[in-house]
């Protein structure tokens, strides 16, 4: 169980810290980079020593992103002391990889938003009713009244607008969008973040092509899905948009993407249009997240991963 910690006691812990590594979840998006690299930023510009590691690639998609270089990925035989291990957008210690292993933090504090937050850390700061840990970062330093440059500006925007779908989803509340006005008060063009995050490489639109074609129906057309077979699977290629395809269509409540990592093993995509809370149906295969946007990884071969799917929706649907 964790102590729940109130913003400004999550700032003062951070203020406190000499050294500190910042972490986030695997299979990394816009929310776990931005927040967690416009932070890093920050505690830098303070004269701390932060580390920011990830037990996994980052997409070169997010290249774009400012100081996105000071990410690292861990090794195992490699022990990192530090005053404060930070988990952000990550809901529990399973999320981070060996990264738990290799940190050896006087405490631990994680700053999250899923409502699936497990409370593993000593110290947690949880909003579930943000739109992204992002927009808990603005929040941050709003009550702290921490000053952000252009850069770290950037940087939560992007967390924020890639866990709204660009404020479209239901996540967004009248706060995110005050904290994206201070954002674009520090300087940020939401025009030149738009363009590119729009824009897709050449590989990303041609493996669409290719994938488009499993699109498939089941429970009456209330459930929508794509799959992407191993032998089509390139971890350098990025496919976070391609599940849309599948919700964006009348009749559809759920859509799901799945993605053979490996083979027979399965990553779940689940997103809900409607009333349908897809944290449920992913914690029951180990996974979490959000109401309308959740994920997990299943060990069966494609054809039977998709089946327990179905199965699970047709119960909540
Ligand atoms: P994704 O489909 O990977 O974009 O994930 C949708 C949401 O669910 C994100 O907020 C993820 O952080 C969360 N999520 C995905 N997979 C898991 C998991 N295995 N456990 C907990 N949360 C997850
Ligand atoms: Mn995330
Ligand atoms: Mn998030």
Known sequence: MSKELSLKEVGKML???????LCFHVSPDGDALGSSVG???????????????????????YKFLPDVAIIQRPVLDEIHEADLLVVLDASSRDRI??????????????????????????YLYLDANAAATGEIMCELFEEMQWKMDKAIAT???????????????SCTSAKTMRMAANLLEAGVDPSDIAEVIDTQSRASMELLAKVLPSLSFAHGGKVGYLA????????????????????????VD????????????????LRSTKAVDVSIV????????HMRAAGCT????????????????????
């Open 228 to 251: 992407i077979p191993n032998s089509l699977y390139n971890k350098s290629i990025h496919t976070d948009n391609f599940v849309n395809y599948a919700r964006y269509i009348e009749g």
């Open 282 to 289: 992913a914690a029951g295969f180990g996974g979490g997240g």
């Open 298 to 317: 299943i060990n069966a071969p494609l054809d039977e991963a998709i089946k327990q799917v179905l199965d699970a929706l047709g119960k909540v649907l």
């Open 97 to 122: 990889g060996i990264v738990g292993d290799c940190v050896k933090a006087k405490a631990i504090l994680n700053i999250d938003h899923h409502i699936s937050n497990t409370k593993f850390a000593d």
């Open 254 to 269: 759920v859509a799901f993407m799945v993605k053979e990592v490996e083979p027979g093993v399965i990553r779940v995509s």
């Open 39 to 61: 932070l890093a930023r920050f505690l830098k510009q303070q004269g701390k020593n932060v580390k920011v590691f990830v037990d996994d690639v980052v997409n070169d998609f």
């Open 15 to 21: 203020m406190e810290a000499q050294s500190l590594v």
């Open 155 to 169: 940087l939560f925007y992007t967390a924020i607008v890639m866990d709204c779908g660009t404020f479209k989803f």
